[in-house]
């Protein structure tokens, strides 16, 4: 199969990954600054989606890989498109670190947790679903970008990776 590489971030892709949670951050924060009750339950799918989205950016191979590629390219096409016409200079300078990538046994936890948010996405409305759709776009950019994906490579995928070889070995 065709695999897009996700090995190249550029600093226009990294505008992108960062534009998307600031704007929800101030949506949000403008709906609930002053609230006296916080509506803490709509950060729930942006989160989830930046966290899948972080996850799927360290798969290389497969559908998940080439969707994570596939958002990598078209993020860093219109990031770079955004900055040169609004900043102006040169916006492919990669920023991105080389990643650790999800072992096999990583990648036996990344498909049970697509399945569960295929089975969860039927459940969760409209607003819900865009929400979550944004998430997994700047998860995928920010998971890739070479100081917030470092941090998810040091920390998340090694024990991603830990977890999927104890399941193999206790099942297996």
Known sequence: MLNLPTTALTAGGLAVGLGIPVHFATGWLKA???AKKKDWKTLIPFAGGIAYGGLASMCTGGLIGFGAGLITWFGNGAGS???WGLAGGNTTRAVRA???ELSAEGNIILFLVTIAVFGI???INASEKKLAKRGIVAGVLLGI???LGGAVAVSVIPAVNSAGAS???AIG
Do not use: R
Request: charged letters at 10%; hydrophobic letters at 60%; glycine letters at 6%.
């Open 167 to 169: 399941l193999l070995g």
């Open 145 to 147: 970008s070479a100081v």
């Open 81 to 83: 498109l955004a900055l």
């Open 98 to 100: 080389t990643p650790v």
């Open 121 to 123: 996405w039927k459940a």
């Open 32 to 34: 609930n600054f002053k």
